[in-house]
């Protein structure tokens, strides 16, 4: 029985999937209440499957990028619970999980609003190769490349409202939109994806922030700059 | 049936920059302690970033645990409950605690106890010796400075509290004028022990009768002293700014202390916080009440700083009075002392 979770955006979701097919799922919108529903909704599902703690063979945990906070909520909590009941915990990068609500498409962009102009970003093909790395960047910047790629792009996104009109405007006809309430996370097709990929060890398994802490970035770049005046 | 001994929580801590899991028996034994500091990596910011807090707590906490029960040779078989800091504190900090401590105690099934950190603090002292009530804890650390009064386990009535900044604030700020490195407090104490008293900075008491503090006033003492000389262009002592600072901040948490447990007519005395782990303080309380019928109790240095063995010798009464939180637990970045024991 496989356990799946994601908290990296404003959507709370969980799962259950027996190795054959999701046989739990729910989710709910609601940014500032996973810490106090993530534990109380895993144990909801696993009880209406009557499913104990024991029964678990392997937990999928979407590891970011997505709201710090909420990243390590889902990953503590994934990462504990694997490490404990001694079961292999997979983590996938929340962005790859948001791209499943359109998997088969030809190109899948899957993105995130990280405020001030940054989006954070992923690029799959049918298969579900990387077509370009996962990268926190400039709206702007992002959609020139996807523009050089001059091939037809399924958007995913719970933020596409503040940025639909940008990328029709840059890519045309070229832009593809799933249709509403294909935006949001669904720990069902995290469980999906995750069923058997290879496992990380609990311990190691670390959020996928794609982004430095800004003091440490300023602090980098002051290392940087001393040694361009020395 | 719910065992009454050999009661063994496992408690976690991660409201501020030390991941901590511990494993206390009874509410009084050290099973085992494992504390990761992040101090070298807050170092080069002079202070704590809590953001890179919250990540070293992810990275670290399944490792700290493991420790934990490594050590003292026990598998979460032999663990009757699941303790956790839960306020006050950074929030992001502390949401890696509590999420983890709710996914220990669902998976095995076990209670989940929720605590506040200075109840921690003070409980600290539990771990040495028992409490005898009423007692009067002066809680000093970077974000607090307190008396407490408990006149039994789990109820704390808080009767003075700093007005503006906390006592190791207060350190951390001067710290920054003196240019030693962090954490500064230590660093002070260090430079204070080879100064002289020289300066005459005030002792703020505020009003007569006040059991509360006020730190602010002082360090602007310490800023227009310090600048004041440069502009006559004398040069002050580094150790004498310190030594003057050290005294003024002792003598007031001294006086004020020494007051109130005549006023409350208290057995003990106790002391907590990573302030209690200044050896002025430490000196000047063993001997303001060296002739006393008090019973003054000074923790040893390692459990006056951040630790998760305070936090499980706070939960094993809430165990005792099967008073568990639920899995909606949350972090709670600003939970009051007083209401905290009230619940
Ligand atoms: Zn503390």
Known sequence: ?230 | MIKTDQINILAIETSCDETAAAIIQDGHTIVSEVVATQIDSHKRFGGVVPEIASRHHVEQMTQVLEEALTKASLTMADIDAVAVTEGPGLVGALLVGVATAKALAFSHQLPLIGVHHIAGHIYANQLIEPFQFPLLCLVVSGGHTELVIMKEHGVYEVIGETRDDACGEAYDKVARVLDVPYPGGPHVDKLAKLGSDTLNLPRIYLEEGSYDFSFSGLKSAVINTVHNAKQKGIELKKEDIACSFQESVVEVLVDKTYRASVEYGVKQVIIAGGVAANSRLREALRAKFSDKEVNLSIPPLALCTDNAAMIGAVAFNDYQKQAFSGLDLNANPGLDLEQYGKR
């Open chain 1, 1 to 230: 029985m496989i356990l799946a979770m994601d908290t990296s955006t404003d959507v709370l979701s969980v799962s259950l999937h027996n190795n054959q097919e999701i046989i739990e799922e729910y989710s709910s919108k609601n940014k500032n209440k996973h810490s106090t529903r993530l534990m109380p909704a895993i144990d909801r599902i696993m009880k209406e499957a009557k499913v104990t703690p024991q029964d678990l063979t392997k937990i999928v945990v979407g590891m970011g990028p997505g709201s710090y906070t909420g990243v390590r909520i889902a990953l503590s909590t994934a990462k504990t619970m694997a490490w404990t009941l001694n079961i292999p915990v997979v983590g996938v990068s929340s962005l790859r999980a948001l791209s499943l609500q359109a998997s088969g498409d030809d190109l899948v962009c899957s993105f995130l609003d990280a405020r001030r102009g940054l989006v954070y970003a992923g690029l799959y093909d049918k298969e579900g190769n990387e077509v370009l790395p996962e990268v926190n960047i400039m709206i702007d910047e992002w959609l020139e490349k996807l523009v050089a790629l001059n091939k037809p792009v399924t958007f995913v996104s719970p933020d596409l409202a503040t940025f639909q009109s940008l990328i029709r405007e840059r890519l045309g006809e070229r832009a593809q939109f799933k249709p509403k309430g294909h935006h949001l996370m669904r720990a069902g097709l995290l469980a999906e994806y995750g069923k058997d990929l290879a496992p990380t060890d609990p311990h190691l398994l670390v959020p996928n922030y794609l982004r430095l802490v800004e003091a440490e970035a300023k602090w980098l770049e002051k290392q940087k700059a001393d040694q361009y005046d020395r």
